[in-house]
T-cell receptor, first 113, second 112 residues
């Protein structure tokens, strides 16, 4: 089955450590996205990529970094510079960066203590 | 991009139609209305989208007013599994979904 895989589902880290969240898609989609969701809140865009080797900052990019070396993969690194990293992180993809629906993974819940 | 306004919560009896409203009074001519839903601790799921005309698929119907300033998502026969947060979003055609804004949505509770 085609889809988006995020791993791991739960991740625990100590404060001051960088951590990388994985996102892989086999839908042959050009565009990929990372969102953050805090309890009781909507989704906020961190980074997005419309094509391989290109990406743009979203609304809350500070403290995060991404890479897009392959079409299928869009890993997100949460750096120690991110002030409040504990959150639910969602990866999504779409056929193109225009009028096409987003397909979401099931998220990674990151807890930093 | 236009913003949307949705009620924070709604209840619906199982088997009845659930009608979820959304206001998007500043929508522009080339912006589509999209609906997604999110079941607790899962990723959001695409439901339906439209521009001007009413749309229907196997999941739901989307009714857009003639002036396009509001829309209603209709789940014709709600089940307990439809309990979720429903998000209404507007999106520029051809624009990057990097500008996609997910608000807080409407929490729909379907009750037996």
């Amino acid at each position: 089955d085609g889809g988006i895989t995020q791993s791991p589902k739960y991740l625990f880290r100590k404060e001051g450590q960088n951590v990388t969240l994985s996102c892989e898609q086999n839908l042959n989609h050009d565009a990929m996205y990372w969102y953050r969701q805090d309890p009781g809140q909507g989704l906020r865009l961190i980074y997005y990529s419309q094509i391989v080797n290109d990406f743009q900052k979203g609304d809350i990019a500070e403290g995060y970094s991404v890479s897009r070396e392959k079409k299928e993969s869009f890993p997100l690194t949460v750096t120690s510079a991110q002030k409040n990293p504990t959150a639910f992180y969602l990866c999504a993809s779409s056929m193109e960066a225009g009028n096409s629906p987003l397909h979401f993974g099931n998220g990674t819940r990151l807890t930093v203590t | 991009d236009a913003k949307t306004t949705q009620p924070p919560s709604m209840d619906c009896a199982e088997g009845r139609a659930a009608n979820l409203p959304c206001n998007h009074s500043t929508i522009s001519g080339n912006e589509y209305v999209y609906w997604y839903r999110q079941i607790h601790s899962q990723g959001p799921q695409y439901i339906i989208h439209g521009l001007k005309n009413n749309e229907t698929n196997e999941m739901a119907s989307l009714i857009i007013t003639e002036d396009r300033k509001s829309s209603t998502l209709i789940l014709p026969h709600a089940t307990l599994r439809d309990t979720a947060v429903y998000y209404c979003i507007v999106l520029n055609y051809g624009g990057s979904q990097g500008n996609l804004i997910f608000g807080k949505g409407t929490k729909l509770s379907v009750k037996p």
